[in-house]
């Protein structure tokens, strides 16, 4: 299995993903000058400065979790079906290799690819962060939760690759995102405001089919500490099941499941390629 980790990790490094890594880096380095940008624009003020700091780190930690989640998608949507229909897993399976061996090589390649530049990343911001004497610890206290991004994003790609064209499957896991991002994003306001029942049935399918909002519920939980005043404030006026509704607290439950839906998008991914004819 190791060696289909190194493969696949000089697969990733052939596809000029490192180019990516790099593009980021700059973009994370873009953001040291936004706090200097807030304590020019109010007149030298160093609340303003601090604030500034702070809206670094959470534009910092949403590009992470962005890019790491997009890089893994990238990456997993052609790591079986393409390399079948190149021809190359029909060279390597009379091997002594068991199928699961080599599905599961490729999850981790993928997966230790992400999480080094997920990584990387956050000691960019960090570190850009830190030289105007302002470091934030809340951001590697954040990076655990982070990483399951990829590895979400990552697991069902993978999954969808394993009898879905590469297009196709990273298609599918956009789209699933794209649901998921929409309804906690733009559905949750509006159906627990007007308490439309349709709107609220279709934000709990949308956790269901992707726990996407959990895994942002629990990367705020370390970052909320250092958001702006007023910056995700309830509403003065809602009552208290709209304010449950908005701002759903993460249950045991809701963690169980993600690594349930992650380990059950892997087992799939296994047992559908196991079947599959790569011939």
């Not at 997009?70 to 029909?90: F, Q």
């Not at 105007?132 to 206290?141: F, T």
């Amino acid at each position: 299995m190791g060696v289909i980790v190194a493969l696949t990790l000089k697969e990733a490094m052939r596809r000029r993903a490192f180019l990516g890594t790099l593009i980021i880096l700059v973009a994370l380095y873009g953001l040291t000058f936004l706090p200097r940008a807030f304590k020019e624009a109010f007149g030298g003020d160093e609340r303003q400065f601090e604030i500034g700091v702070n809206l670094a780190v959470l534009f910092g930690v949403d590009i992470i979790k962005f890019f790491s989640a997009v890089l893994a998608i990238l990456l997993c949507s052609g790591a079986i079906t393409a390399e079948i229909e190149r021809g190359y897993l029909a060279a390597i399976l009379p091997r002594p290799l068991h199928r699961w061996e080599l599905y599961l090589g490729k999850w981790l390649g993928v997966m230790l690819f992400s999480a080094a530049n997920a990584t990387l990343w956050t000691a960019m911001l960090w570190i850009s962060v830190a030289i105007q004497g302002e470091p934030r610890v809340e951001m590697w206290q954040a990076l655990p939760y982070v990483l399951l991004y990829p590895v979400l994003y990552g697991t069902l790609a993978l999954a969808l690759s394993s009898f879905l064209g590469a297009s196709i499957a990273s298609m599918f896991t956009v789209a699933a995102g794209a649901f998921a991002y929409f309804s906690d994003h733009f559905l949750r306001p509006i159906a627990a405001f007007f308490n439309v029942k349709l709107l609220q049935q279709l934000v709990w399918l949308s956790e269901w089919v992707l726990p996407m909002a959990t895994l942002k519920r629990l990367v705020q939980a370390r970052v909320d500490t250092i958001l702006p005043p007023g910056m995700g404030d309830a509403p003065p006026f809602a009552a208290e099941e709209v304010l449950r509704f908005l701002k759903p607290e993460v249950q045991t439950l809701d963690v169980a499941y993600v690594g349930v839906y992650i380990g059950v998008a892997l087992l799939l991914g296994v047992t559908i390629f196991w079947r599959r004819d790569v011939q």
